[in-house]
T-cell receptor, first 117, second 110 residues
Framework: SAVISQKPSRDICQRGTSLTIQCQVD?????MFWYRQQPGQSLTLIAT?????????ESGFVIDKFPISRPNLTFSTLTVSNMTPEDSSIYLC??????????????FGQGTRLTVV | LAKTTQPISMDSYEGQEVNITCSHN???????ITWYQQFPSQGPRFIIQ???TKVTNEVASLFIPADRKSSTLSLPRVSLSDTAVYYC???????????FGSGTKLNVKP
């Protein structure tokens, strides 16, 4: 299994500001994804974080609002830009494809609970 | 877009076997079926994955009929700690991005 560390675990931010969420994995993985989960709801895929290239965004999500970096095979960041109260949610990092294994299951971080006031 | 349909909620009692069925009519040939469990304030946790017939591990069994258009997660002898949301997902076994459906909220009562 993978150990995924997300930072911060929670934050309260002022509207109009930006927050960068970090996702660190304890081993090299092929795929990293970012999800959003609003209270009481299911998870919604935001984007696939591609190493060394621009992220692939799902419908309804754009790079200007959610810039993503992935400098290597163990680390990614998601920035929530120019925040509004509607961005209040839990943001989760997910990883798949541990190098050197046949493991295909996805592992999720504990999430970052963001409140925008 | 979610490819799966599940009951929104289910109730059970401690010690009972719980079966949660998921419909995935448009499953592709290369798609696997994966189930995740999520507790409040935690990320989803992998339970079991299968392609066809039956798969069993230490926590659950997964039954998949021949046409693979549905699957059933079976939890033997549930306890209060099994109260959680259970998600059924389909996707290619290698490096697939998952689109989550609504999930099934299982409530285990004493």
């Amino acid at each position: 299994s993978a150990v995924i560390s997300q930072k911060p675990s929670r934050d309260i931010c002022q509207r109009g500001t930006s927050l960068t969420i970090q996702c660190q994995v304890d081993s090299q993985v092929t795929m990293m994804f970012w999800y959003r989960q609003q209270p009481g709801q299911s998870l919604t895929l935001i984007a696939t974080a591609n190493q060394g290239s621009e992220a692939t965004y799902e419908s309804g999500f754009v790079i200007d609002k959610f810039p993503i970096s992935r400098p290597n095979l163990t680390f990614s960041t998601l920035t929530v830009s120019n925040m509004t109260p509607e961005d209040s949610s839990i943001y989760l990092c997910s990883v798949e494809g541990h190098l050197g294994t046949l493991n295909t299951e996805a592992f999720f971080g504990q999430g970052t609970r963001l409140t925008v006031v | 877009l979610a490819k799966t349909t599940q009951p929104i909620s289910m109730d059970s009692y401690e010690g009972q076997e719980v079966n949660i069925t998921c419909s995935h009519n448009n499953i592709a040939t290369n798609d696997y079926i994966t189930w995740y469990q999520q507790f409040p304030s935690q990320g989803p946790r992998f339970i079991i994955q299968g392609y066809k017939t039956k798969v069993t591990n230490e926590v659950a069994s997964l039954f998949i009929p021949a046409d693979r258009k549905s699957s059933t997660l079976s939890l033997p002898r549930v306890s209060l700690s099994d109260t959680a949301v259970y998600y059924c997902l389909v996707g290619e076994g290698n490096f697939n991005k998952f689109y989550f459906g609504s999930g099934t909220k299982l409530n285990v009562k004493p």
